[in-house]
T-cell receptor, first 112, second 113 residues
Framework: GNSVTQMEGPVTLSEEAFLTINCTYT??????LFWYVQYPGEGLQLLLK?????DKGSNKGFEATYRKETTSFHLEKGSVQVSDSAVYFC???????????FGTGTRLKVLA | DGGITQSPKYLFRKEGQNVTLSCEQN?????MYWYRQDPGQGLRLIYY???????QKGDIAEGYSVSREKKESFPLTVTSAQKNPTAFYLC????????????FGSGTQLSVL
């Protein structure tokens, strides 16, 4: 079946450090891929998405590229801020379905 | 402002009690979802509904029930059959099959007394 695997956290970085959170997926067909972010005590918000191979999603300095050959959608940011501290979820949606598959989430802590 | 409202923010359940979590949206979205979030396990789908008066079981539906009598409302009942109900519950909605973004409420934390 379809699945999403994320690197385990927590990830702790100093402010202005480079961030990578790994995400790989297993899916039939050509899924859409997403990164959602959850701040403490809140629901999830869409951070970025990509709907086909080689697409790059970007938002607020975060980027992720849909790599079909490696079935990956790694999240990157060149310089993190304390305000980026949150839990990040990778997710996929198979075309023609309503069922999203979420990874287990990766907690990011950015220290000043 | 348009959005999804979940209530209450915190809820306590006694043994053998059914409790209902509210989810209301004024986004005119067709699809609505309930997820359960446990530490280290990510989000697991409980139920989803694509249209009014129709809903489908997700991956962990046992011990839960839902209704979708109105487009804007999708309440979740946690029954006494759910033996481990303590979790953070998230409601979400989506405009339809050609718009893939999920919109989430701010969640309800359910705890057992």
């Amino acid at each position: 079946g379809n699945s999403v695997t994320q690197m385990e956290g927590p990830v702790t970085l100093s402010e202005e450090a480079f961030l990578t959170i790994n995400c790989t997926y297993t899916a039939t067909g050509y899924p859409s891929l997403f990164w959602y972010v959850q701040y403490p005590g809140e629901g999830l918000q869409l951070l970025l998405k990509a709907t086909k191979a080689d697409d790059k999603g970007s938002n607020k300095g975060f980027e992720a590229t849909y790599r079909k050959e490696t079935t990956s959608f790694h999240l990157e940011k060149g310089s993190v801020q304390v305000s980026d501290s949150a839990v990040y979820f990778c997710a996929l949606l198979t075309s023609g379905t309503y069922k999203y598959i979420f990874g287990t989430g990766t907690r990011l802590k950015v220290l000043a | 402002d348009g959005g999804i409202t979940q209530s209450p923010k915190y809820l306590f359940r006694k043994e053998g009690q059914n409790v209902t979590l509210s989810c209301e949206q004024n986004l005119n979205h067709d699809a609505m979802y309930w997820y359960r979030q446990d530490p280290g396990q990510g989000l697991r789908l409980i139920y989803y509904s694509q249209i009014v008066n129709d809903f489908q079981k997700g991956d962990i539906a046992e011990g839960y029930s839902v209704s979708r009598e109105k487009k804007e409302s999708f309440p979740l009942t946690v029954t006494s059959a759910q033996k481990n109900p303590t979790a953070f519950y998230l409601c979400a909605s989506n405009p339809g099959p050609r718009n893939e973004k999920l919109f989430f409420g701010s969640g309800t934390q359910l705890s057992v007394l």
